[in-house]
């Protein structure tokens, strides 16, 4: 006797397994177009990284961190110095404090 309920059921695991497989290969294709802009913005940040050298401050509880601001993905990079935040102020989630900012010249090394 032929099991009437079978009938649909290949057909239903063939669709499920092309649409996996669809799905995949847009999840690739993404995953490469990602690639190729991050490659770029790592290129870019190399050549900022050997532009420009730091004068380490000299107080211990300031630090210098690169600062990704919104407008990274335009490679556009900011580079400003930062308090270090305390562990409270870490803890009350407030963002962190700017430090007066120098030219950059003071922050340079001399040439």
């Known amino acids: 006797m032929i099991n009437v309920f079978d009938f649909g059921k290949r057909a239903a695991r063939h669709k499920r397994?092309?649409?996996r497989q669809k799905a995949l290969q847009e999840r690739r294709r993404i995953d490469q177009e990602l690639d190729v802009v991050f490659?770029?913005?790592r290129a870019e940040i190399r050549t900022l990284q050997?532009?420009?050298t730091w004068k380490p401050f000299e107080a211990k509880t300031k630090r210098l961190h690169m600062?990704?601001?919104v407008s990274a993905l335009t490679s556009l990079w900011?580079?400003?110095p930062f308090k270090a935040p305390s562990?409270?102020?870490l803890m009350a989630g407030q963002p962190f404090q700017p430090v007066d900012?120098?030219?950059a010249a003071e922050y340079s090394e001399p040439a």
């Open 101 to 103: 900012l120098k030219p």
């Open 50 to 52: 050997s532009e420009v």
């Open 87 to 89: 562990q409270r102020s």
């Open 78 to 80: 900011v580079v400003r």
């Open 17 to 19: 397994r092309a649409a």
């Open 67 to 69: 600062v990704r601001s």
């Open 39 to 41: 490659n770029d913005m």
